[in-house]
């Protein structure tokens, strides 16, 4: 998915997830529009209407669609996955559409080395067509005049007018490349995800913006670095950790990098960054969400990446990347921090199992006030299915009005195996 991050950003320090088991799947992630969330395609980034519409496709049975109604200069579908490039590579785009009138196109966004768009495009009309057409175009890198820091592109579908109606299925992204070239492969790290055991470790790594690294007048980019990805399973969470120090400039920034690839080094799939807190040598989690849901192997690899105006230095210790085989949520009843009374306090816990292992577990729940005393306590027993959900709600009894802590820990056979915590307050709302 698109974050923002600070456009002085380019050192990393990064994960890598590559489809090895499965025949390998078509770039973009759900470039074939299969999936969706709340109506709109998963791993899309969708601005003025565009919907998921799961009837009439091309192939499958879902595809996307901009209805004319909602249709408007500035109408938008940017994949969140981008494909890494480099000058004079030949990059593809081909997909299935119908279009009602002139006004859509299919184009090339402009990236930097970490995804983020760099504000330009390239641009392909489509013409209007009733029936499904396909449609492929091709451009090199580098043959037209495009931003200096571009180092990968992303897919889009834009529309300028109004009153146009468009269909859209089966879009690749596809970077042309010798018919000798061999299918890449990463070691397999195989782990029991309820071990506790890491994927992908990283001693200490020291990177450094000196006088050296000036791209940009006042601007430090600090140089990319990746480390060497692995083989996992691709239906996983994962999550990684690392002790973080910035010295050097009061104002550099520093963030950690989770990075999901398709079936070759260039096809990053999904992509998490999650800043580090300013406190010198802070642990920071950074979780990257499974990029499918049918079973599949891809490559994992972390980064950590710095900006700076003046000589910086960051320095990351103890890396560790782990599977992460129960995801919990914990949110007050109609997402309330602060409850008019105790006795109307109540916390909704939901717990993902990610395994395909049923999982029999039980919820440790507790309940502190600011002073750290234990005011509630409890323990339910909790089943979870193959990769499905549980929820439920937890009234606690609270003997005054305060701020509170409330803390859920997951127990499979003695052993912790999630645990989470919600802060909120109750009684002391005017």
């Known amino acids: 998915m698109l974050r923002s991050v600070n456009p002085a950003l380019i050192a990393l320090f990064s994960l890598i997830l590559l489809n090895l088991a499965t025949p390998l799947l078509a770039f973009p992630l759900n470039g074939d529009f299969e999936r969706s969330y709340r109506g709109a395609p998963l791993a899309w980034e969708a601005d003025h209407g ?44 081909s ?27 390239w641009e392909v009309p489509l013409q209007p067509a009733d029936e499904w057409t396909e449609f492929r175009t091709q451009y090199e890198m580098g043959s037209l005049p495009q931003p200096e820091a571009t180092a990968a592109v992303r897919a889009a579908l834009l529309v300028q007018c109004e009153g146009i109606e468009v269909h ?14 061999l299918p890449h492969r990463y070691p397999a790290v195989a782990v029991s995800p309820w071990s506790g055991a890491t994927v992908l470790r990283a001693a200490s790594r020291k990177i450094v913006a000196d006088d050296s690294t000036d791209i940009d007048p006042g601007v430090r980019l ?28 009061p104002g550099a920034e520093a963030f950690l990098l989770l990075r999901a690839l398709g079936a070759a080094p260039s096809e990053v799939l999904w992509q998490t960054i ?12 950074v979780t990257l969400a499974a990029p499918h849901i049918t079973p599949s192997t891809m490559g994992l690899q972390a980064g950590l990446a710095v900006s700076a105006d003046i000589p910086a230095a960051a ?28 006795e109307g306090a109540e916390v909704f816990v939901s717990a993902v199992n990610n395994t395909g292992d049923e999982l029999a577990t039980q919820a440790l729940i507790t309940v502190v006030d600011a002073a750290g005393a234990t005011v509630h306590r409890e323990q339910r027993a909790i089943n979870v299915g193959p990769r499905s959900a549980a929820s439920f709600s937890v009234k606690p009894k609270l003997p005054n009005p305060g701020s509170f802590v409330f803390r859920v820990s997951f127990q499979r056979n003695g052993v912790e195996v999630g645990t989470d915590e919600f802060h909120f307050a109750a009684g002391c709302v005017a």
């Open 274 to 285: 999650t800043p580090v807190a300013k406190d010198a040598h802070v642990a920071q989690p």
């Open 315 to 342: 320095v990351a210790t103890d890396l560790y990347v782990a599977p992460v085989p129960l995801s919990l949520s914990l949110n007050g009843v109609q997402r309330k921090t602060e409850f008019e009374t105790v």
């Open 95 to 121: 997909l299935a559409y119908r279009s009602s009138a002139p006004g859509a196109a299919v184009a090339l966004v402009f990236c930097d080395a970490l995804g983020r768009p760099l504000g330009e495009r």
């Open 222 to 249: 600090l140089s990319l670095w990746l480390s060497n990805p692995v083989a996992v399973e691709a239906t996983m969470p994962y999550q990684g950790r690392a002790e973080v120090g910035l010295e050097g400039d």
């Open 168 to 181: 859209v299925d089966d879009l690749k992204l596809d970077l042309a490349a010798p018919a000798t070239t």
């Open 50 to 93: 565009w919907m998921f519409l799961p009837l009439n496709s091309h192939e499958g049975k879902g595809h996307v669609i901009l209805r004319e109604q909602f249709a408007r200069a500035g109408s938008e579908l940017v994949s969140s996955s981008f494909r890494l490039v480099s000058e004079g590579d030949t990059v593809s785009l």
